[in-house]
């Protein structure tokens, strides 16, 4: 093939095409123990032109991520660094650079290999250019969308059917109207619980590592506002039935309508930042800040706590 050309630049992509065809050759290199042969392996130009190939994306990106063994995946993560890296100092052509993001999204189970990480790598990794660029393109397939607006359509269903009842449940208003809107609240909690079961199975069958996303902060308040929701909308339904009802002795039936409006609220929050990359930053940021002071605001609280008896 070589033979027949005769500009330099069509040779050049031959060779880098012939090379980044070589099964697990950027895997091979990842996987070098010593620290020095890998800086050097991928400071040298052919790599990290080859790296910026199409045909050098393969299943390995996959399997390092869900690797057991945390060096093997950190491997993987260091991976996705590097290649943002060479986009953002050598550029590269704007055609290369679309093949090699569009070759990454079709990787089947890069989302759950990428959910089997640990909190702080899929931090890490979701801020880089590359899988930022990846998953704007995943998200914005008609699947996607269409997951997001129906997701967002019964959030702000459960939410106003929600508050609604529970206002008219403690100002005693009719208990016929506010039934309805209990009934109303039921339909966006059976849909999210339908979409918990579906995630939760569909992680279970792709990936071994479900665990470390299913505890993770996020999804837990999303489960526990789901549930919370419905464990209120039965109590208010039970007591409704109920011959003696009185407001004033619900004190702890009103405690949990407050958690669950809070949970639905930041149930809220989890949506909008994943549609928003500038939110999702701040929404991190947030939670650094508050991980990086946990010990100086138990001792506040202590001292408060403390002193107000």
Known sequence: EIEYCHDAEEIRNIVIRRIGSIP?????????????????AFSCSIV??????????????????????????????????????????????????EELYNEVSRLKGLIPSMLALDEKSIEDIATTPMVKR????????????SVVFFDALFLTVLILAFRVSVVGFL??????NVLKWIYVANTGIFYF????IGKAISLCMIT???????????????????????SSTIAMRVNFTSEDLDLDDLGVLRGCLAVTTGLLW??????????NCQLATFVLA???????????????????????Q
């Open 171 to 176: 100002t005693g208003r009719d208990p016929s």
């Open 193 to 196: 619980i339908i979409r918990e």
């Open 48 to 97: 990290r032109q080859v790296m910026m190939h199409k045909s050098s994306i393969g299943p390995w990106l996959t399997c390092m991520l869900q690797n057991s063994q945390k060096a093997v995946s950190q491997r993987a993560v260091q991976y996705l660094h590097l290649v943002s890296e060479i986009i953002e100092k050598d550029g590269g052509k704007q055609h290369a650079r």
């Open 24 to 40: 697990d050759l950027i895997k091979t290199l990842l996987l070098l123990e010593d620290e020095s042969e890998f800086q050097w």
């Open 134 to 145: 990846v998953l704007d393109m995943m998200i914005s397939r008609p699947f996607a969308v």
């Open 286 to 308: 947030i939670v650094q800040i508050t991980r990086d002071i946990l010990w100086f605001l138990i001792i506040l609280v202590t001292m408060i706590v403390s002193y107000a």
């Open 208 to 230: 071994r590592h479900v665990r470390v996303y299913l505890l993770s902060f996020w999804n837990l308040t999303d489960i526990l506002a789901t549930v919370l929701a419905l």
């Open 266 to 275: 930041l149930r809220v929050l989890s949506l909008l930042k994943t549609i």
